[in-house]
């Protein structure tokens, strides 16, 4: 199994379907984050949970949901998008140690989505 | 504010030649460097990382950065570029917090 892996690898979707994105870590790490990568824009980073609890949220339309359940699982629920909505979503996690920053960040591939 | 800037968008050298992207960040604290590899349809791959110690940080595939503090800068450098390095490059800076901040990115072009 890889490190971060990240389903659906890519996803149509109309503008009042509702999906979810899921990642799972098998790194035994404890931090998990949602970055969206758009063409020609920096990578946003969306959501950082850290021990399962949200810690960064960063002004993201409520149109996008994260659930946590556990330190290895994190899912991005999707509803009523907008095609500017479309990009790759890149899941990412660290460990995390306080007082030294998150480290290295392991990404998994990307689910590619588009809304039409 | 945290930012981290890649002046160049689009680099395009000969295969065998020497490379150099340039990053610089501005961070307020002491800051913790990375720079990263995407390949088309991939995630982020770590090349290397600078958290403190030598300033001259050696990575995977031949690749090193140098930490420059007076500059800001952390360039990422390889003194002979195979036609597998052509993917788009990304510097981030983060700190002892649980994020990264990453830049707008390099896109590598690598002609035979």
């Known amino acids: 199994e890889t490190g971060v892996t990240q389903t659906p690898r890519h996803l149509v979707m109309g503008m009042t379907n509702k999906k979810s994105l899921k990642c799972e870590q098998h790194?035994?790490?404890?931090?998990m984050y949602w970055y969206k990568q758009s063409a020609k824009k920096p990578l946003e980073l969306m959501f950082v949970y850290n021990f399962k609890e949200q810690t960064e949220n960063n002004s993201v339309p409520s149109r996008f949901s994260p659930e946590c359940p556990n330190s290895s699982h994190l899912f991005l629920h999707l509803h009523t998008l907008q095609p500017e909505d479309s990009a790759l979503y890149l899941c990412?996690?660290?460990?995390?140690?306080?007082?030294?920053?998150?480290?290295?960040?392991?990404f998994g591939e990307g689910s590619r989505l588009t809304v039409l | 504010a945290q930012s981290v800037t890649q002046p160049d968008i689009h680099i395009t050298v000969s295969e065998g030649a020497s490379l150099e992207l340039r990053c610089n960040y501005s961070?307020?604290?002491?800051?913790?460097l990375f720079w990263y590899v995407q390949s088309p349809g991939q995630g982020l791959q770590l090349l290397l990382k600078y958290f403190s110690g030598d300033t001259l940080v050696q990575g995977i595939k031949g690749f090193e950065a140098e930490f420059k503090r007076s500059q800001s800068s952390f360039n990422l450098r390889k003194p002979s570029v195979h036609w597998s390095d052509a993917a788009e490059y990304f510097c981030a800076v983060g700190g002892n917090t649980d994020k990264l901040i990453f830049g707008t990115g390099t896109r590598l072009q690598v002609f035979p």
């Open positions: 961070y307020g604290a002491t800051p913790y």
């Open positions: 790194l035994g790490h404890n931090a």
């Open positions: 990412a996690s660290s460990q995390v140690v306080i007082g030294s920053g998150t480290g290295e960040l392991f």
